[in-house]
């Protein structure tokens, strides 16, 4: 069979966005759809690792052999993730959303003929990928990405430090590049040691990739 250079090693990875709710039947969210995340718990699990993937709300599939967990809003991803703790690696690909709503409430927001718009309050979510790189238990590799528009290679390195992370993916997501939401990925793999561009490829094989290093950088 296949090499499995990952066989006894733990992972995690978030994946998709998180709903922050406004009331019962309302939230707040954003574009991303969980397939590079999903892929990515993909094929960890294919080189062999025990994985546990906690995915907000996504549309597509459970990857084969891996433990989903789904949540929904940020403070749920963060309470799941480290529950999953201890790991040897960690990589959070969910678009976490960075507010969420100061107190939804309970029941639904009526409109009402004559009155004003309701104001929302926003509060600032947990930073799961920074919580996890400043951890008593951080696991020995911790990736995270960095979905940017403009400044991309200073961003992400920015990220790397302030997050703790050995590892940032970073892409380009403005709309042009149809990356969000689309199957294929352009990145730039930010380390500590310097960075390299990845030419554009399926999500898949972005993941295969990935995988492949963390495969390397774990039996080193
Ligand atoms: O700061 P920014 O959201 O651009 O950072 C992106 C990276 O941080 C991604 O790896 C994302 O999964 C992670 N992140 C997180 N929790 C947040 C915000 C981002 O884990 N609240």
Do not use: C
């Not at 969980?34 to 699990?45: E, N, R, S, T, V």
């Amino acid at each position: 069979g296949e090499p499995r250079p990952l066989a006894g090693k733990k992972a995690i990875v978030t994946s998709g966005p998180t709903h922050e709710p406004i009331d019962p039947v309302r939230y707040i969210a954003n574009r991303s759809s969980g397939k590079q995340g999903h892929a990515i718990a993909a094929a960890l699990a294919r080189l062999g690792a025990e994985v546990t993937l906690v995915s907000g709300p996504v549309t597509i599939p459970d990857p084969a052999g891996v433990s989903v967990v789904r949540v929904e809003r940020a403070e749920e991803m963060r309470d799941a993730v480290l529950a999953a703790l201890p790991a040897d690696v960690a990589v959070m690909v969910a678009a976490v959303a960075d507010w969420r709503v100061a107190s939804a409430a309970g029941n639904k927001i009526k409109k009402r003929p004559g009155e004003a718009p309701p104001p929302l309050q926003l509060a600032e979510n947990p930073d799961i990928l920074k919580t996890v790189g400043h951890h008593g238990a951080r696991p020995k590799l911790v990736i995270g990405f960095a979905a940017e528009t403009e400044n991309v290679a200073d961003n992400g390195r920015a990220k790397l430090e302030r997050k703790g992370a050995d590892y940032i993916l970073a892409n380009d997501v403005s709309p042009a590049t149809g990356i969000m939401g689309g199957d294929r990925n352009r990145v730039k793999l930010i380390g500590r040691e310097g960075s390299e561009d990845w030419p554009e490829m399926d999500k898949d094989e972005v993941a295969a990739k990935l995988a492949a290093l963390i495969a390397a950088k774990l039996s080193a």
